[in-house]
């Protein structure tokens, strides 16, 4: 890992070298980052707690996503109770827990999704990599590399305001940067929140402000592993995470209910959870989320319904991402195990999201008029992704072709 990272570095050398002067005037871009890529901040004012060494009441804002300090044992359990979040089935709307107030920082500022922990620690580290490569190409933070987070627990349908917000920054940004059309680069979640992004904005609009977008690990229909942080959580890829306790906090946020297995691409019928005294499919979910005893997964779904459709973006599209690494495919599980501890049958993908999901972008191909560039990368996974020097190589020559063709 340090011989690649000592290699990307080199790389990264070579274009401050060579490239910072080809570009005096390179076309915008926008960072949308996936789930876990946005940094939260939190204030408390609460009259309970869960442990006596929980904070009560803060004078100001604080990080809490990604916090490393408050991942350890015992203060993860404040975390939790402050990050989770509660579902109302008659608004059809979460809400932070009571005396929580929890907000997505700096909006339009690149180092909000460079980086999750403020502190810079490497687990923290995001879009760091592809920050630092476009800097070296002549780029300026916050100026023409512009961030979009948003509230990564939530699903679509409350995420109008982000989507709002989307738009002006778009809107600002290509005016800042001489009229110049716009580039999208997103990562795993970011990527069918963009589509559904573009899918709402008309065809004039799109032909106006954006030139490209990039998807890197692009989880357009979703994912098998959202069915299995229902059931025993998940640790994002972060290794001082505990699943187990991520999942409190996990399985309340709509927007894993969003990321399940898409219609599209997974037939009715087609057994994603196998258990001796029954099998659940997309045709029965329901039942799985009554027989784990959390029906508000289900209620959760069905708010999201409306948001699970396929429509191409119309845009130029690159589809970029990972293969040939283990990625779950099914849950099965043996005698009295269910629902904790499945067993996983596994299949191919980048060891986070199955390769029929990462490569559905190929559905558009004769759905619209914009470009669908595809390319599978081997034994690259989810988050190696957003660093791996064959990503950073491909971003750059695509800008640079992208200026000349300006020029």
Same mark, same amino acid.
């Given at each position: 890992?340090?011989? &690649?990272?000592?290699?990307?570095?080199?790389?990264?050398?070579?274009?401050?070298?060579?490239?910072?002067?080809?570009?005096?005037?390179?076309?915008?871009?926008?960072?949308?980052?996936?789930?876990?890529?946005?940094?939260?901040?939190? +204030?408390?004012?609460?009259? @309970?707690? /869960?442990?006596?060494?929980?904070?009560?009441?803060?004078?100001?804002?604080?990080?809490?996503?990604?916090?490393?300090?408050?991942?350890?044992?015992?203060?993860?359990?404040?975390? /939790?109770?402050?990050?989770?979040?509660?579902?109302?089935?008659?608004?059809?709307?979460?809400?932070?827990?009571?005396?929580?107030?929890?907000?997505?920082? *700096?909006?339009?500022?690149?180092? =909000?999704?460079?980086?999750?922990?403020?502190?810079? %620690?490497?687990?923290?580290?995001?879009?760091?990599?592809?920050?630092?490569?476009? /800097?070296?190409?002549?780029?300026?933070?916050?100026?023409?590399?512009?961030?979009?987070?948003? @509230?990564?627990?939530?699903?679509?349908?409350?995420?109008?305001?982000?989507?709002?917000?989307? &738009?002006?920054?778009?809107?600002?940004?290509?005016?800042?940067?001489?009229?110049?059309?716009?580039?999208?680069?997103?990562?795993?979640?970011?990527?069918?929140?963009?589509? %559904?992004?573009?899918?709402?904005?008309?065809?004039?609009? &799109?032909?106006?402000?954006?030139?490209?977008?990039?998807?890197?690990?692009?989880?357009?229909?979703?994912?098998?592993?959202?069915? +299995?942080?229902?059931?025993?959580?998940?640790?994002?890829?972060?290794?001082?995470?505990?699943? +187990?306790?991520?999942?409190?906090?996990?399985?309340?946020?709509?927007?894993?209910?969003?990321? $399940?297995?898409?219609?599209?691409?997974?037939?009715?019928?087609?057994?994603?959870?196998?258990?001796?005294?029954?099998?659940?499919?997309?045709?029965?979910?329901?039942?799985?989320?009554?027989?784990?005893?959390? $029906?508000? *997964?289900?209620?959760?779904? &069905?708010?999201?319904?409306?948001?699970?459709?396929?429509?191409?973006?119309?845009?130029?599209?690159?589809?970029?991402?990972?293969? *040939?690494?283990?990625?779950?495919?099914?849950?099965?599980?043996?005698?009295?195990?269910?629902?904790?501890?499945?067993?996983?049958?596994?299949?191919?993908?980048?060891?986070?999201?199955?390769?029929?999901?990462?490569?559905?972008?190929?559905?558009? =191909?004769?759905?619209?008029?914009? +470009?669908?560039?595809?390319?599978?990368?081997?034994?690259?996974?989810?988050?190696?992704?957003?660093?791996?020097?064959?990503?950073?190589?491909?971003?750059?020559?695509?800008?640079?072709?992208?200026?000349?063709?300006?020029?």
């Amino acid at each position: 890992m340090r011989f &690649k990272q000592f290699v990307l570095n080199i790389f990264l050398s070579a274009i401050l070298f060579c490239g910072a002067s080809q570009l005096i005037n390179p076309p915008p871009v926008i960072l949308v980052p996936g789930d876990g890529g946005s940094q939260l901040e939190a +204030k408390l004012n609460k009259s @309970d707690i /869960v442990h006596y060494i929980c904070q009560k009441t803060t004078a100001d804002y604080f990080s809490l996503w990604l916090n490393i300090e408050l991942l350890v044992p015992i203060v993860i359990d404040c975390w /939790v109770d402050n990050i989770k979040l509660v579902y109302d089935n008659v608004t059809r709307k979460t809400y932070n827990q009571p005396g929580v107030d929890i907000r997505v920082p *700096g909006f339009g500022e690149s180092f =909000r999704v460079e980086w999750l922990d403020p502190t810079k %620690l490497s687990p923290g580290a995001y879009f760091k990599d592809i920050g630092n490569a476009l /800097v070296a190409l002549g780029y300026q933070r916050d100026f023409n590399i512009r961030g979009a987070p948003f @509230d990564f627990r939530k699903g679509p349908s409350e995420s109008m305001d982000f989507f709002n917000n989307l &738009k002006k920054l778009v809107e600002d940004t290509y005016v800042q940067n001489n009229n110049q059309k716009v580039i999208f680069i997103v990562h795993s979640m970011g990527g069918p929140m963009s589509v %559904l992004f573009f899918q709402m904005m008309k065809e004039s609009w &799109k032909d106006k402000y954006i030139r490209s977008v990039v998807s890197l690990s692009g989880a357009f229909a979703g994912s098998i592993k959202a069915l +299995k942080v229902f059931v025993m959580g998940d640790d994002l890829g972060v290794f001082v995470l505990n699943q +187990k306790v991520m999942k409190e906090m996990q399985i309340t946020t709509p927007s894993l209910a969003w990321l $399940m297995p898409s219609p599209v691409f997974w037939k009715p019928n087609e057994v994603l959870v196998q258990t001796e005294a029954k099998n659940y499919s997309l045709s029965n979910i329901k039942d799985f989320f009554y027989d784990i005893n959390y $029906m508000t *997964g289900w209620e959760m779904r &069905k708010d999201q319904e409306p948001y699970i459709k396929f429509d191409a973006p119309g845009v130029e599209l690159h589809c970029l991402h990972g293969y *040939g690494l283990q990625t779950v495919e099914k849950l099965y599980y043996k005698q009295g195990n269910f629902p904790e501890n499945p067993y996983f049958q596994y299949g191919d993908g980048d060891g986070t999201v199955n390769r029929r999901s990462l490569a559905s972008c190929l559905w558009w =191909r004769d759905k619209q008029k914009k +470009k669908i560039h595809y390319q599978a990368f081997p034994n690259m996974d989810h988050m190696q992704i957003l660093r791996d020097d064959r990503i950073i190589s491909y971003l750059v020559n695509l800008i640079l072709e992208l200026s000349r063709k300006s020029d």
